[in-house]
């Protein structure tokens, strides 16, 4: 981040005056600096001037994502409510799903089709007397991106993911091998809530 970067090379007195903890409120403490404009010349004065023009424009970038956010939120519960209503599933993610269903949830003839899709249908790579799959590496990049950040708010968060993938490692698969398969069952479990919120009813 460039405020970070920015700080590393500033003069003590300027890094001791952001007293804040995180780099969004040091932002919000930067945007406040009066640099002397007749002196910016000088280095204290520069780094003043860069700190400020950081400051504001991380402020004016968060309220904008601020607002985007509070639209997105409303219009994925308008249009998908079931698929908001999933562990982990925020308006950022079930926006780029329903982007990836498109506007037509019925033209994948199965789950395994829209897993398919996202790429996370398992392949078979069996050698032998070795019976193991792997993930799939095609479909829709963006949409495995969000399962697969799904799936691991899911082990932190969730008892049940966390209780699958232990019972995966002491049949002796590895973490990745349990990633796949929750991957596997969440396109499953997303795929049935937006053909609840997006099929159209029956008459």
Do not use: W
């Amino acid at each position: 981040m460039q405020l970070r970067d920015v700080l590393v090379t500033a003069p003590d007195e300027l890094r001791q005056r952001l007293t804040a903890k995180t780099l969004q409120a040091k932002a919000m403490q930067a945007k406040s600096f009066r640099p002397d404009m007749e002196r910016l010349h000088e280095p204290e004065q520069a780094v003043k001037y860069a700190l400020r023009d950081l400051g504001r424009r991380i402020y004016d970038l968060t309220a904008e994502i601020n607002a985007t956010d509070k639209h997105l939120t409303r219009l994925a519960n308008d249009v998908a409510l079931t698929l908001m209503a999933l562990p982990q599933v925020g308006p950022v993610s079930a926006a780029q799903l329903l982007v990836a269903a498109g506007q037509n949830i019925d033209r994948f003839p199965s789950e395994a089709a829209f897993a398919r899709l996202c790429g996370v249908a398992p392949i078979p790579v069996s050698s032998g007397k070795t019976n193991r799959m792997r993930l799939h590496r095609g479909g829709n990049r963006q949409a495995n991106k969000i399962i697969y950040l799904i799936v691991i708010c899911r082990l932190r968060y969730d008892l049940r993911s966390q209780i699958y993938r232990d019972r995966k490692k002491a049949l002796g698969h590895s973490t990745s091998d349990a990633i796949r398969s929750l991957k596997r069952y969440v396109a499953r479990e997303l795929y049935y809530a937006m053909k609840r919120d997006l099929s159209p009813m029956e008459n």
